[in-house]
């Protein structure tokens, strides 16, 4: 007979469950304790980091894709006899040097002959060949004075006087020609080199140009070439897909004595195009773009700015995202949590490469999205799966959460590259296009006025042009001020850098 005092199985059952209960609070309370005290770990450890470590954004993966892993464990055999023995002989050929050889120099370089005699008496001898020694020189840039000179006639009987007819030029009545004002821009914008130093460098010339001179040359350039650059940005925007980014900069304000303003540059890139242009605006609010996007439609692919959202719901654009911001994130998190955060970037390092496959092998733009549904889908997929599974338990303010709600917060617009072959993975294009400005914000610090911000931008807008498509940006820009003056309205396409057939003369 059962024991009064003895619990029954049911309330035992009972004790048991409430027990499991607490115990699966308990543990999930240790977890959230744990992520909580691995969270202060990793604020201390960037702490230190800022304090005393280097700022780098790198990941080397652990594992090598597609690379088979070596049977370095092996069993050991033993053999009471040793195996007979032969000897191999065979020949191969011997390695060349992978040494390209030394430089040779481009053809357009003027070459400079001297020819170096014996000392001895060569009278009677035969020449039986040459010894050539390449020496590449440095001549500094000169500055030459071009004087145009127009004889004058007297017309018979009187009627009046006959002279030949002035060339246009980039400025009319200024001293200046193409080739200095392009050379002037050119360091500006490309080199970098404030005007200051430029006037230091004309000096050593004795050449005295106040800057106030050359500011207004950069000024009457900037007119002449504003109606090229309403035609860059006409081209960039009818483009059915662009990528945005956007860059502070600073401004002289005059009516805010002893501060600078905060202006930005949009820039948009069109990689179809291989065309940059550069937008300035007073702030970084969506008025700038809305206006300048109000009539594309196409694909746009940003960044996760949240003035981006906006024109992802106007009729006609889808949005794209930018897989390189996202990894960012979880590179940030490594520190964090190795484990989960390498798990993540070693997939992000998969689908880069399905894209660097479809690089290597010049594939269409039909042929990369076919290659990206059949491999970069799967590995997209099982990225979404793991990020949604770990964001349930991860804290929300730790790297690792931040990375995962940055991810799956955009993961609709991450998986839109694969909608057409000629989009970009990320926006690592646009992101090239923005470094010039950059640079330079950091040797000229500021722009002396919004128009001449606005004038800035003109100029970024063609070297950066320039530079995607490997053209010179000083026999660009010469080549357009000695044609512009002339040239005809309806044909200013032509003019563009990816257009224009570029004279060495």
């Known amino acids: 007979m059962q024991n009064e005092q003895e619990p029954s199985s049911k309330e035992l059952k009972k004790q048991l469950k409430f027990l499991a209960q607490e115990n699966k609070a308990f543990e ?18 960037q702490m ?10 790198r990941f080397i993966s652990n594992t090598t894709i597609d690379q088979l892993t070596l049977p370095f464990e092996v069993n050991e055999t033993t053999t009471e006899q040793a195996a007979p023995k032969e000897q191999v002989t065979y020949t191969r050929e011997v390695k060349k040097s992978k040494h ?8 357009h370089i003027p070459v400079e002959e001297i020819i170096i005699e014996p000392e001895q008496s060569t009278e009677g001898l035969i020449c039986i060949g040459q010894e050539i020694t390449k020496e590449l020189d440095y001549v500094p840039p000169r500055l030459i004075a071009r004087h145009f000179i127009r004889n004058k006639y007297a017309l018979l009987n009187g009627e009046g006087i006959i002279i030949g007819q002035l060339p246009s030029r980039p400025i009319a009545k200024g001293i200046a020609g193409a080739g200095l004002l392009s050379n002037i821009l050119v360091e500006k914008f490309v080199d970098h080199l404030p005007v200051y130093r430029q006037i230091e460098r004309f000096k050593r010339e004795d050449i005295k140009l106040p800057a106030s001179t050359i500011d207004s040359w950069i000024t009457q350039t900037a007119d002449l070439v504003e109606p090229l650059y309403n035609q860059l ?8 897909y662009i990528q945005s980014d956007e860059t502070p900069i600073k401004v002289l304000d005059k009516d805010k004595k002893g501060t600078t303003h905060q202006g930005y540059y949009w820039v948009y890139n069109a990689p179809l195009q291989n065309a940059v242009f550069y937008d300035y605006r007073y702030g970084r609010g969506r008025e700038g773009p809305a206006e300048l996007l109000k009539n594309f439609k196409g694909y746009l692919q940003t960044d996760g700015y949240s003035v981006y959202d906006w024109f992802a719901k106007q009729p006609g654009i889808t949005h794209v995202g930018c897989m390189a911001h996202a990894r960012r994130y ?3 998190a490594l520190d964090y949590d190795a484990e989960k955060a390498g798990w993540m970037l070693n997939m992000i390092q998969a689908i880069y490469a399905v894209e660097r496959k479809a690089r290597e092998e010049n594939l269409s733009a039909a042929q990369r999205k076919e290659l990206r549904l059949n491999e970069s889908l799967p590995l ?16 929300p303010r730790s790297p690792m959460g931040i990375a995962l709600e940055y991810t799956s917060k955009r993961w609709d617009i991450l998986l839109n590259y694969l909608y057409d ?3 970009e993975i990320d926006n690592n294009w646009v992101e090239n296009a923005i470094r010039p400005n950059a640079l330079g914000r950091k040797n000229y610090l500021f722009a002396g006025s919004h128009e001449g911000a606005k004038r800035a931008a003109m100029f970024y807008s063609f070297f950066g042009t320039c530079k995607k498509n490997n053209v010179n940006p000083y026999q660009w820009l010469k080549q357009v001020l000695q044609l512009l003056p002339d040239y005809p309205a309806n044909k200013l396409t032509d003019l563009l850098p990816q257009n224009l057939q570029i004279s060495t003369k």
């Open 28 to 45: 999930e309370k240790l977890h959230v304790a744990e992520e909580k005290n691995k969270f202060l770990e990793f604020q201390l450890a």
């Open 48 to 57: 230190r980091r800022m304090l005393f470590g280097a700022k780098r954004e």
């Open 100 to 107: 390209p050889g030394r430089l040779d120099f481009p053809a």
């Open 233 to 240: 940005k006409k081209l960039v925007i009818e483009q059915g």
């Open 330 to 332: 979880f590179e940030k």
């Open 380 to 395: 997209m997929n099982e990225l979404g799966k793991r990020i949604a599974l770990l964001q349930k338990t991860a804290v």
């Open 421 to 423: 072959g000629s989009l």
